[in-house]
């Protein structure tokens, strides 16, 4: 969600660097929460400008509307899980590594975009790529800098946990999926 009073993780993000807090989600009367832990289901607006006063659930169209207006996004249903599961799947581990014991950890995407798929691998039934594992040039790439060899992880996870496969996404949704698609 990215807002602190109701996102665990950014909660403790918010937290760790002394970011303010703000609920934009009132409790409805009675129906008090008793920790940011707790999600919220049902409440009202606040701190939201326009939808102060209206429920989280009335608001979901017009925020819609307004997004649209201003060409920031619009309204659709995806189930964010599945795509970063399918990312998962295809691409591997979502925080790929270089590992050169030299230089300690390098990020495989100052050696080789980790989203690029080595040439000969082929996408298969449940987009799986078998051969990815012992695909050589994807598995044990070198080091632009020294010419060191690395070596990448192709193991991956299940959920979105971690992933920031999931983080790219939510911060641009359009432009990682093109990127990603035309290399297929």
Known sequence: MGVPAHDSRVFIFAQKYKLPIRTVIAPIEGKRERSWRSLLRQGFMTNSGAYDGMTNEECKTPIAIDLEKRSWGGAQFRSGLRL??????????????????????????????????????????????PGLPANEDFVKPVCPKCNASARRKTAHYGTFMDSSWYMMRYLDPHKLLTRLTRSY
């Not at 599961?85 to 790929?96: H, I, K, Q």
């Not at 691998?121 to 790529?129: G, P």
């Open 84 to 129: 970063v599961n399918l990312a998962s799947e295809v691409l591997g581990y979502p925080d790929s590594k270089g590992l050169l014991r030299h230089l300690g950890g390098v990020s495989c995407s100052k050696i080789r975009p980790a989203g690029i798929l080595p040439k000969g691998c082929r996408l298969h039934s449940h987009w799986r790529v």
